[in-house]
């Protein structure tokens, strides 16, 4: 295994390398477009070590790790769309450059190619990949329609909450690094592990990025802070500190999830106090430790050796390391 820079200037170099731009061009530039954006390309870099982890050269399981990270701009083209969005990555989404068909279509023909990527492989190492893939994608389907509907309700659960971010979120990194686990051929025991291991990290991951939208640093949190809050999103914060607010606390907070006025400001800072009276904030903090520390006791039932489990755990320490 080598640091995580390596594998990240391979998928890097290997991105910029594949060859989209055919025709008919209204179909493949917006493709070309959404995967030129870059972002931090943690999926497929997942992939790579994932495959080195099992003793396996890591650009083997290059095709597996492309699918991976063309299925989730897939997934972003869509999203972006039933968002409304402008913005992705400080550029303007394929829908707003082209328009809302270019969009649909596009994301379609990326999840085709997703697909295309496991022909590389032999029938085996294909029908484990492509079995994973399938599952994987029905699970984000699944998630996105959970995170529409929660929208719309106010009885939401914390249970029903961390189902949401583990199909929408978590269960692609699971299956990152299980895809470089069957490319390496390891144990299914392995394979099963490390996409648990993966799993609670997207879990941790996905709840560390609910905490920081409302208490993150704007000058290393990459978007913007509170966000969640101007849209009235139920996050875990919310949700905690609706269990926890004293009647009083629970109207006003119900108060300002059901207004959107034009300077957001006083909004957010009132809801940051609630978050922080009612106990919500150091609740989140918790079960973003929980579900870290869930992930390293899971990487030491791993056949690999401990210099490898140390690695991935420096690796986990690392993504879980951003300003809180």
């Known amino acids: ?16 390398s594949l060859v989209l731009k055919k025709e008919p061009s209204n179909l493949y530039e917006p493709i070309w477009y959404i995967l030129s954006l870059g972002g931090k390309r943690l999926r497929p870099v997942l992939t790579l ?15 597996a790790a492309t699918a991976v990270e063309v ?3 897939f997934s972003l083209i869509h999203d972006d769309i039933m968002d409304d969005a402008p913005l992705r990555r400080g550029n303007e989404t394929v829908h707003e450059k082209w328009d809302i068909n270019t969009g649909i279509l596009s994301g379609d023909a990326m999840l085709i190619l ?6 590389e492989y032999e029938p085996s190492i294909f ?10 994608a029905l699970e984000v389907c699944e998630g996105q329609q959970y995170d529409v509907d929660f929208e719309t309700r106010d009885d939401v659960t914390i249970s029903e909450y961390l189902k949401m971010i583990e199909y929408k979120t978590a269960v692609l990194v699971g299956a990152a690094m299980k895809m470089g686990a069957i490319v390496a051929q390891t144990s299914e025991e392995n394979a099963n592990l490390i996409y648990d291991f993966g799993l609670n990290l997207g879990l941790a991951f996905q709840l560390q990025d609910d905490y920081l939208d409302a208490f993150g640093d704007p000058k290393t949190f990459g978007k913007q802070v509170g966000g969640d809050i101007i849209e009235n999103k139920k996050t875990y914060l919310y949700l905690k500190a609706v269990e926890f607010a004293s009647e009083e606390s629970r109207k006003q907070l119900t108060h300002l999830f059901s ?3 034009d300077d957001n400001t006083s909004k957010i800072d009132s809801v940051k106090e609630i978050f922080d009276s009612t106990g919500a904030s150091e609740a989140t ?8 520390l869930k992930a390293f006791e899971i990487l030491q039932k791993l056949d690999i050796s401990d210099d490898k ?3 991935l755990q420096s690796f986990g320490e690392n993504l879980m390391g951003r300003k809180v």
């Open 309 to 311: 489990k140390d690695k």
């Open 1 to 16: 295994m080598y640091a995580i820079s390596h594998y990240q200037d391979i998928v890097l170099n290997h991105f910029q």
């Open 259 to 261: 207004i959107q006025p």
């Open 71 to 73: 299925f989730h701009n």
């Open 114 to 119: 997703a697909y295309q990527y496991f022909e």
């Open 127 to 136: 029908r484990e990949l492509a079995k994973l893939f399938s599952k994987t």
């Open 285 to 292: 903090k918790k079960a973003i430790k929980e579900y870290t």
């Open 49 to 63: 070590m994932a495959s080195e982890v099992f003793d396996t050269d890591c650009k083997k399981a290059l095709a």
